[in-house]
């Protein structure tokens, strides 16, 4: 008896554990609907966090991951600059890529990898003014594109991008503020 009763119980260990794991994940799906709602860009807040696996848990992993997508598609933005110089003919707009691959290195680089380690270590406050430059350093880019590109297909893609780096780092921002305002 007393082997068949474990031999039951084993399996029943693993069906309770199997019905948790919608409980964990409604749980996580609750906190990104929290915090979304509070950001400018609730879908694109939604769009990021959603797909991410584990799912952040917690608001601390939220906002972690948030400033790695802000870091990701800063990553990719330089990269595509860098591009464009390597194939641009006209020295003004060449100048102007080059100025804004500048504004990028440093905060892809250093600045906001610092920032996401702060964050671990509690250090919102470092994060938010990291983000916060991280804007201020894409709208400069902009503003030097907006002034020497024409509206080529090359400029329209880069200010796409700035505008999604500029959203996301918005949305950022707000997760780690309400993050900071639940604390």
């Given at each position: 008896m007393t082997k068949s009763s474990a031999v039951t119980s084993q399996p029943s260990l693993y069906l309770f554990l199997l019905l948790l794991l919608p409980l964990q994940a409604q749980s996580s799906d609750d906190l990104i609907d929290t915090v979304c709602k509070q950001t400018p860009f609730c879908d694109l807040c939604e769009a990021c966090l959603r797909p991410l696996t584990p799912s952040p848990s917690d608001p601390k992993s939220l906002a972690s991951a948030m400033a790695n997508v802000v870091l990701?598609?800063?990553?990719?933005?330089?990269?595509?600059?860098?591009?464009?110089?390597?194939h641009s003919n006209d020295p003004a707009a060449e100048r102007a890529l080059a100025q804004c691959a500048e504004l990028y290195r440093p905060v892809v680089r250093f600045n906001i990898p610092q920032a996401i380690e702060a964050m671990q270590r509690g250090e919102f406050g470092?994060?938010?003014?990291?983000?916060?430059?991280?804007?201020?350093?894409?709208?400069?880019?902009?503003?030097?594109?907006?002034?020497?590109?024409?509206?080529?297909?090359?400029?329209?893609?880069?200010?796409?991008?700035?505008?999604?780096?500029?959203?996301?780092?918005?949305?950022?921002?707000?997760?780690?503020?309400?993050?900071?305002?639940s604390s």
């Open positions: 990701g598609n800063m990553t990719d933005t330089l990269s595509y600059i860098q591009s464009l110089i390597r470092f994060a938010l003014y990291v983000l916060g430059d991280a804007e201020k350093q894409t709208d400069s880019c902009q503003k030097r594109i907006n002034s020497t590109m024409a509206d080529d297909e090359s400029s329209v893609a880069l200010t796409t991008r700035n505008q999604l780096v500029k959203n996301l780092c918005d949305v950022a921002i707000s997760v780690i503020k309400s993050l900071m305002n």
